[in-house]
């Protein structure tokens, strides 16, 4: 039996038709930018997550430098966050002339380092960015409470976490604002690009709708340099749909989660995923550490198992940000992770048969066999 990393086609067969219907009167109405399906999914997301006001984006990468930039955020500030993110959390503070500072993260889950965090700090620091990794909620508590020691914004990406909460809440509704994305392959994705900002403030969604229409709130009137960043109704009628069984397929992946652990328990050389006390999380990724991971993902791939690495090389170590002067060992946990972790798939239609079938091949892969 092969299984795959990722199944989007069960997902789309669930919702199609919805969207179908959807899709043909926008067809015939001509409505593609704004209009009421992206209210409605606006609003409707919002309930979702907590929070006052969404507005739908483009993508994720453009959510996160929306936020930067509501916040005032530009050339020569300093935006902290963990080395092991995906770059596009980088990438969003550099596009607008902002300086990325990476922080490690802790040894059991992978979330941003409190400590490390608070050692980072400088008077050119702005903004804090926690990364909800892989479908958890990061340590929030800590990281509002030095942010409030220090006079900083919190900017969230949760990219990685829709649905997904801890004791205080729920990711996505605790710092000043919040980047999410719905890339396809996420909890709750698009049949194409889409993101959002989230936030409890006003003025702050007002300057995210601005920036993301041109620097203008009334056509032809622009009140800053912006961009084109706007989500397409299409996609909001794709995440609405998805949005209606966004519980369920967490739920899913939570359930999955639970069978991998008792499916993997025991196997030597095989370091299991943990939920932080107080996390629900949704599991966008069941990411284990094994040894000799390149030999043991190339054996997988080779029994027919779609496992993938997320990521494999920590964003200071990346050719993109060679000229920051990173060296090896400067942030060692992050490090020693990139070169252990291993996703195995996890999809909310993954069956116990496919799971009992990536177990079986991941002991075998990792006992030479």
């Known amino acids: 039996m092969n299984v795959p990393f990722l199944d989007l086609e069960s997902q789309q067969e669930e919702v199609s038709f ?7 009167r ?14 409605a999914f606006e609003d409707e997301y919002a309930g979702y997550i907590g929070v006052e006001h969404v507005v739908g984006v483009s993508n994720g990468t453009d959510a996160l430098e929306l936020a930067y930039r509501a916040l005032g955020v530009g050339p020569g500030d ?34 941003i380092d409190p400590a490390a965090l608070d050692a980072a700090i400088t008077p050119r620091t702005r903004l804090l960015v926690p990364v909800h990794l892989f479908g958890q909620t990061a340590p929030m508590a800590e990281v509002l409470a030095i942010a409030a020691r220090h006079g900083l914004a919190v900017v969230e990406d949760a990219a990685q976490a829709q649905g997904a909460s801890s004791s205080e809440g729920r990711a996505g509704a605790f710092g000043a604002l919040a980047a999410t994305s719905f890339y396809p392959g996420k909890n709750l994705g698009a049949a ?48 609405r749909a998805k949005l209606r069984r966004l519980e369920r397929w967490n739920e899913h992946r939570r359930t999955a989660a639970t069978r991998y652990e008792a499916l993997l328990d025991g196997i030597d050389g095989v370091r299991l995923p943990t939920s932080r006390p107080g996390n629900t999380d949704v599991w966008h990724l069941y990411v284990v550490r094994v040894d000799e991971r390149d030999r043991v993902l190339a054996a997988l791939a080779d029994a027919g198992i779609g496992a993938g690495i997320h990521y494999p090389t920590i964003v200071p170590q990346t050719q993109a940000y060679a000229g920051l002067g990173h060296r090896a060992g400067e942030f060692p946990v992050a490090e020693a992770a990139a070169t252990r972790i291993l996703s195995l798939p996890m999809f909310p239609h993954l069956t116990e048969a496919q799971q ?5 091949a991941l002991a075998e892969a990792v006992r030479g066999e």
């Not at 926008?26 to 209210?39: D, H, K, R, T, W």
């Not at 709708?209 to 622009?222: E, F, M, N, P």
């Not at 009992?356 to 079986?360: E, I, M, N, Q």
């Open 192 to 239: 194409g690009d889409a993101g959002a900002v989230l936030t409890g403030d006003a003025e702050l969604a007002a300057a995210v709708r601005t920036l993301a229409a041109h620097g203008s709130a009334t056509k032809y009137v622009h009140e800053r340099i912006g961009c084109n960043a706007r989500m397409d109704a299409v996609q909001a009628t794709v995440l």
């Open 18 to 24: 919805e969207v179908l219907a959807t899709w043909q």
């Open 26 to 39: 926008q067809l015939a109405q001509a409505s593609f930018i704004g209009g009421p399906e992206i209210a």
């Open 78 to 111: 300093e935006v902290i966050m963990p080395a092991n993110t995906f770059i596009a959390t980088a990438e969003a503070a550099s596009r607008i002339g902002a300086v990325p500072v990476f922080v490690d993260v802790d040894d059991e889950h992978l979330l």
């Open 356 to 360: 009992a079938r990536v177990a079986a």
